[in-house]
Structures are given as structure tokens and as C-alpha cells.
């Protein structure tokens, strides 16, 4: 019982490092653009595809191929902001979450399509050498070498976004226009780039995420809605305000939920998430981590 | 330095600022003053391209800024402090001041200009790593206007610099709008409190319910019967 219950215990926070991921992203955007992008989650789909197809048609390992998925789908990115969101950040702070969730929920379905499409729905995962390998601790608990760099990339990619916003000069531009936009435009931050790169990197960091669930789990075109549902958990248990709380979150997160696997059965790992979601939200609204206010 | 002919502007379908028409020349120290709700503040934005202008010209030396997004109407030197909330709360007082400059005619010069910031008001060079929003009203309003410095102005526009101040905050806020303007920046501001305004500028225009009603050298307005009796409450 002991070992299942550390086990579950690792398993899930290895996962829980992804959930980081993504909430990165996704916090990103919702911080910097006030949007709410609910297809983030197939963004992480799609840098999934990308990491599988590099590996199986090119032979290249999905970790070293990480920063070239982030292009790729940053790249994507800077053209869903121009064709869709540019349209959404011109109404004022209310009216942009209203429209932009159902800008992307529609954009959730297209991408689906465009996906099975391509890829058909098939389960793809990336089978490397080192696939099989874990690290084995004290004789009994399993720490897999390819789900482990979830967590790993997780504090990476917190540790250079937090970098970025509070050590540059346009992670600091950045954090202005989250917090009055109007105020940034007077200053001579030109807002609309701002929106176009925050809004590329959030998408860029979906991709990461991607590469690394091809890698540890699998991907199909339907895997998007519930990435994006574990993130906005994540956001709200985190608040927004601090990068590394929100990994720090991702991990709490699924550690709860390889624990509740073990203790009440798999079923109920996602309850157990939405009642520590509701306890926190209930005491703490502001998030574990966060400033109580809603700018990154 | 900046004309302003006809301009018209609002919200949307509601229009609050009709035919209004201001000129501030090079060097000059010009406000507008009216009462709540008479368009100062929308013809503010206008000017900063914040909201539309609907109609009318606006010429920034010599030049037209009708439809140039706010980010390059500041690199071309016209820096406007807000009312209230004219600095980034989550952001340090160094941060802010750094983020003055960040269009590219000012960040060249940004030691510099820090320095002679952090001269003019001593207590933001203590207060260097201390958030914004921490900061005391008096504090935050010399952050706000040690920021617009930074940006290198040739013109500074401020929104009611005086609102929500003490007294003598508001006096010293004063001291340095003029101390601004000796430098040779030229300054617009708008105003509620009139007759402190009245002592500090060249010249003033009236606004009430977005219309131009009175303008003037600061000293003929002050005689002016009609701005006695309406913002002045003297016999």
C-alpha cells in the first residue's frame, strides 16, 4: 500500500508538471490580453503532433526538438492573434472575455476537425529509447526518465518567464499593459505588439507542453478541452501574479490527484481536484500564490 | 507646438466634446478648466488619440496626429500624465521611471534624465525598490510626473494633476509644473481647481458641456466677471 501510495504520489506530480505548463500559457494570456482562450488546450494538441511527426519522420528526439516546436507554434500563434484575437482586444476589458470565449471554442472545434483531418484519431504517442528507462528509488518507486522532464521543463520555463517580466525592459512593457493598457500606450509601449508576442509565447509554452505529452502519455485531436480545463484549475488554485506558484500549483494539483486515485479509485481524482478547487477558492479567492490582483 | 481646431469627440454614439478649438504655443503654460463632466477629460484622450476624434484637426508641431496610434504620438515627444492612476502599481518606482523611457528617443538619454530625476525628487531615489502601489498620493504623484520626465518631453499634458491631493501636495505639484515649463517644455493642463490654475498659467480656456465658452491671458480671466461668479465664488 505504501508503495502505491508513493507511486501515485510521483506519477502524479510528474504529470502535474504539465499542468504547470500549460497553465503558464494560459495565464499569459488571460493576464497580459484578458482573453480567455479556450483553445489552448488544442495548441498543446497540435505542438504534440509537431514533437511526434519530427520524431517518427525525422528522427528527432522530441526534448531536443522542444525549442522548435516552441517556434513552430508561436509562429501559429502570432497568426491566430492577427486573424482572430487582434478583433477581440479592441472592446474594453468586460466585453473581451465574453467574446473571446466564443471565438475560441470555436476555433476548439476547427482545430479538432483540421486535426483528424490531418492526423486522424488515432492515439500518437513518441516511443524513444528511452521510453521504458526510469529511474528506480529505493528499490520500489518508478520515476520515468520521458514523464520526468515534464516537471523539469516546468520549472525551466517558469524560472525564463519569470526572467523575462521581471528582469527585462519588455517583460516590464509586458507587465505594464497587463495591469492598465491604456497607461502603457501613454508611456509609448506599442500595445498591440505587446498582445501579438504575450499572446505568441502563450501559445509557444501550449506547444512545449505538447511535446512533452507525446512524449510522457499520448495525443489524439480530442485532448485539448481537458488540458485547457486542468489549467484554468490551476490558474484560479494559483492565482495570477507569480509564475513559479503557478507550476508550484500544477504539481499540488496532480499530486492530489494521484493520491485520490489511490485512496477513493481513479474515478474520483477529478472530484477530489474541484473540491481542493472550491476549498481554495473559498478561502484563499485570490489563489495561493497570487496579488489579488488579475494582471501577471 | 500643438493646435487643436473643431475637434469632436465621445464614446461611441455619445458625443461629449463639440468644435473645441485650443492652441498651446512653444514654451507656454495653457489650462483648461470647466466644472465635472464639461469634456475635459475626453479632450484629453482625444488628443492622445486615446478615444477618436470625430472631428476637427489636431497639429502636434506643425504636424497632424488625427489617427496616429498613442504609442507614436509619445515618441514624437507629446507626454500625457492621467489623472489618477498615472503609475504602474505592481511595477517598483525604478521600474516605473525605467518604463518612462522606453520610446527610443528617450531611452538613449535614460541615465541622464534618471539622474536628473532622481535630483528633482530625492525621496523616489529612497523609495527606488518600493512598489508603486505602495507608495504615499504625494509619492505617486511625483513618480507619475518623474515618469512623463523620463519620456523626454517637448510637451506635457496633465489630467488634473491636483485631484484627490492635500493642499500643499498640490502646491508643490504646482512649483514643479512651473519648474517643467521654465525648462522649456510646453505644458497644457487641465484643471478644476481655478483660481490655483489661474495664478500658475499664461492663458485658459473655459470649457462647459464640451464647448469652448471663455478664453484668455490667466489674468483677464480672473477679472472676468462670468468666471468669477461660475468657478471663483466671489462677489
Not at chain 2, 137 to 151: F, N, P, V, Y
Request: with cysteine; proline share 3%; aromatic share 8%.
Amino acid at each position: 500500500m505504501r508503495q502505491l501510495i508513493i507511486q501515485s504520489a510521483v506519477s502524479g506530480l510528474l504529470v502535474g508538471g504539465i499542468y504547470g505548463i500549460v497553465a503558464l500559457g494560459l495565464a499569459l494570456s488571460f493576464g497580459v490580453l484578458k482573453v480567455l482562450n479556450v483553445a489552448h488546450g488544442e495548441l498543446v494538441m497540435l505542438g504534440g503532433y509537431a514533437a511526434f511527426f519530427l520524431f517518427t519522420n525525422m528522427g528527432l528526439d522530441p526534448l531536443l526538438t522542444i525549442p522548435l516546436v516552441f517556434i513552430c507554434v508561436f509562429a501559429l500563434g502570432t497568426v491566430l492573434y492577427s486573424l482572430l484575437f487582434k478583433f477581440v482586444v479592441r472592446f474594453d476589458i468586460e466585453t473581451r472575455i465574453k467574446n473571446s470565449l466564443l471565438i475560441s471554442f470555436g476555433l476548439v472545434l476547427i482545430l479538432q476537425a483540421i486535426a483528424v483531418f490531418l492526423f486522424s484519431g488515432d492515439d500518437r504517442t513518441i516511443v524513444t529509447e528511452y521510453s521504458s528507462k526510469a529511474l528506480v528509488v529505493t528499490g520500489w518507486v518508478r520515476i520515468p526518465w520521458a514523464r520526468s522532464a515534464g516537471l523539469v521543463v516546468a520549472v525551466i520555463a517558469a524560472f525564463l518567464l519569470e526572467w523575462l517580466l521581471n528582469r527585462t525592459t519588455f517583460g516590464h512593457a509586458v507587465r505594464g499593459t497587463s495591469e492598465d493598457w491604456a497607461l502603457a500606450s501613454l508611456t509609448g509601449i506599442n500595445v498591440r505588439r505587446v498582445y501579438m508576442i504575450a499572446f505568441a509565447i502563450s501559445a509557444g509554452l501550449a506547444g512545449v507542453a505538447g511535446s512533452l505529452v507525446s512524449l510522457g502519455y499520448s495525443v489524439s485531436p480530442s485532448i485539448g478541452l481537458g488540458w485547457t480545463l486542468k489549467a484554468l484549475i490551476v490558474i484560479v488554485l494559483a492565482g495570477l501574479g507569480s509564475m513559479r506558484g503557478i507550476v508550484l500549483a500544477g504539481a499540488l494539483l496532480g499530486l492530489v490527484e494521484g493520491l485520490a486515485s489511490v485512496w477513493l479509485g481513479s474515478a474520483y481524482r477529478g472530484v477530489v481536484a474541484l473540491v481542493v478547487f472550491l476549498v481554495v477558492l473559498s478561502f484563499r479567492p485570490q489563489g495561493l500564490f497570487g496579488r489579488g490582483g488579475n494582471h501577471v | 507646438m500643438l493646435k487643436v481646431e473643431n475637434l469632436g469627440a465621445g464614446y461611441g454614439d455619445l458625443q461629449v466634446v463639440w468644435d473645441v478649438s485650443f492652441e498651446v504655443p512653444a514654451g507656454a503654460l495653457v489650462a483648461i478648466i470647466g466644472s465635472n463632466g464639461a469634456g475635459k477629460t475626453t479632450t484629453l484622450r482625444a488628443l492622445m488619440n486615446l478615444v477618436p476624434a470625430m472631428a476637427g484637426t489636431i497639429e502636434f508641431k506643425g504636424e497632424s496626429i488625427v489617427g496616429v496610434p498613442t504609442h507614436q504620438i509619445v515618441e514624437r515627444g507629446l507626454i500625457m500624465i492621467p489623472e489618477s492612476r498615472a503609475t504602474f502599481a505592481s511595477l517598483s518606482v525604478a521600474d516605473n521611471l525605467a518604463l518612462g523611457a522606453y520610446t527610443k528617443r528617450a531611452r538613449r538619454d535614460r541615465q541622464t534624465t534618471l539622474t536628473d530625476v532622481y535630483e528633482i525628487f530625492p525621496r523616489l531615489a529612497e523609495r527606488k525598490s518600493q512598489l508603486a502601489g505602495t507608495l504615499s498620493g504625494g509619492e505617486r504623484q511625483m513618480l507619475a510626473i518623474g515618469k512623463a520626465l523620463m519620456a523626454r518631453p517637448e510637451m506635457l499634458v496633465l489630467d488634473e494633476p491636483s485631484l484627490g491631493l492635500a493642499p500643499i501636495i498640490v502646491e508643490n505639484t504646482f512649483d514643479e509644473i512651473r519648474a517643467i515649463r521654465d525648462r522649456g517644455v510646453s505644458v497644457l493642463m487641465v484643471e478644476q481647481h481655478v483660481e490655483a490654475t489661474l495664478e500658475l498659467v499664461d492663458y485658459a480656456y473655459v470649457l462647459e458641456l464640451g464647448h469652448v465658452v471663455i478664453e484668455g491671458p490667466s489674468s483677464d480671466l480672473m477679472t472676468d466677471p462670468r468666471v468669477r461668479e461660475a468657478y471663483l465664488s466671489l462677489q
